[in-house]
């Protein structure tokens, strides 16, 4: 079994979006413009109210996936299908905007910290212009497996020791998972080779462990990996925390602007259009 090692290493730009929210932009930055299927991921995390209470206000997809995984906070999201909920800390919503929906991401609290992750998934042309649709789940439904001695997995996507995360998109069979490990403790997992994958480490630090030998990754750090299948991950810090993520390359041309994703730039004209017609 190959083992995967450590090809990049990418600290993210501060950035802001929606009404003015801080974050800070990982994937989607000059340093990484985007990791096929994945196509941004921001990471955002403050308890100062005024850096993320004007939120999101009412903004457009077309052609990809919205994940948005939270730590800490709540946040009530609306669109003009007519659907509603509200985001509490543990829980993920995976939306598939597919052939167009208009949305709001609101913070529903006015002091304490807001911390978590959106990334965007990109999707395969076939699926572009499918009916938009939400997989959405409570942290009581994510569930938390024992994977080794000090080392604790949230399963949102894919599958540890026998246990799968409650998430399904066959386009791209992701992975994603929410890494706890004490200091010194080991993770071993194996990927399928042909995923593209990241780690991203939010709190503490660990190493990823080949026969390159180990490369370290410090907190607020994003590890883009090669192909393969045996990964090994060690914490060097007291209290590490990361998320693994990684899907099935698309191979597909992008085309993008802004909230729109397609395949070709016509396809983008017409994206424009029916959003500016009131066809989403």
Do not use: C
């Not at 190959?2 to 929210?21: E, F, Q, Y």
């Amino acid at each position: 079994m190959s083992a995967r090692h450590l090809l990049k290493t990418i600290r993210g730009m501060a950035t802001s979006d929606g009404a003015g929210v801080k974050l800070t932009r990982v994937i989607g930055s000059p340093q990484l413009m985007e990791l096929d299927p994945f196509l941004m991921l921001d990471e955002f995390g403050t308890d100062q109210p005024e850096d993320y209470i004007a939120g999101f206000p009412d903004h457009p997809h077309r052609g990809f996936e919205t994940v948005t995984y939270m730590l800490d906070g709540r946040m009530r999201h609306r669109d003009n299908h007519g659907n509603s909920g509200l985001l509490v800390p543990g829980s993920v919503q995976w939306m598939s905007a597919g052939r167009g929906l208009v949305h709001s991401e609101m913070p529903e609290q006015e002091e304490g910290r807001m911390r978590g992750f959106q990334l965007w998934i990109n999707l395969p042309a076939r699926l572009k212009m499918s009916e938009p649709r939400y997989q959405e789940y409570g942290p009581e439904q994510i569930p938390l497996v024992e994977a080794a001695p000090g080392v604790r997995v949230k399963v949102i996507a894919g599958e540890v020791a026998g246990v799968s995360g409650p998430i399904e998109q066959p386009a791209t069979a992701p992975v994603y998972l929410d890494l706890h490990l004490g200091e010194g403790a080991r993770f071993e997992y194996s990927l399928p080779h042909s995923h593209n994958a990241f780690v991203y480490v939010y709190e503490g630090g660990l190493e990823v462990e080949s026969g390159m030998g180990n490369s370290p990754l410090a907190a607020r750090q994003l590890g883009v990996l090669s192909v393969g299948e045996a990964l090994r991950l060690r914490a060097t810090g007291e209290d590490t925390r990361a998320i693994l993520v990684a899907g099935q390359p698309l191979r597909e041309p992008v085309a993008r602007y802004g909230p729109f994703v397609m395949n070709t730039r016509q396809e983008i004209i017409e994206a424009v259009e029916d959003f500016q017609a009131g066809r989403f």
